[in-house]
């Protein structure tokens, strides 16, 4: 199961991550990509910029193999209809020869927190950071 978020939701979660667990925005917080040395020497919207995306482009190159018997949703799909992706993953489990899953219990949806939290110039900021960490995505 691969569950994707946009970007920038990412790269704005992780750093709040950063001043919530270290009250500092340069701590590195979560997974560590590779050449995150490179990323160490930036500012940290540009660390969590180029940190989203490679993190992005390792996990798809390692699904790439496995090709259908992976299920992909987006984040807000999921909280959309998560009824929706229980019958997708119902259906992947039965392809591999599974019998039967249990029906769906859960919350017809969850909330989605893809809200902007932090100031206009802080956003714009950000989402060029984004735009420069392409080269992450594509080393």
């Known amino acids: 199961l691969h569950v994707e978020r946009d970007p920038f939701f990412v790269a704005q979660s992780l750093l709040a991550a950063r001043r919530e667990f270290y009250g500092d925005e340069t ?9 995150v040395e490179e990323l160490l020497a930036l500012p940290a919207e540009d660390q969590v ?10 996990l798809h190159d390692s699904l ?10 987006s984040y807000e799909a999921f909280c959309a209809h998560p009824e929706r992706l229980w019958a997708r993953l119902c259906d992947a489990m039965c392809a591999e020869g599974f019998d039967s899953m249990p029906e769906y219990r859960g919350p017809s949806a969850f ?3 893809n809200s ?16 420069r960490a392409k080269r992450w995505a594509n080393p």
């Open 27 to 35: 701590r590195w917080y979560s997974f560590k990509p590779p050449r």
């Open 49 to 58: 910029a180029g940190q989203v995306l490679a993190i992005q482009t390792a």
């Open 64 to 73: 790439d193999p496995i090709g259908s018997a992976h299920v992909h949703v």
């Open 111 to 113: 909330v989605c927190h």
């Open 116 to 131: 902007v939290h932090i100031p206009g110039e802080r956003e714009r900021n950000l989402r060029a950071a984004l735009h």
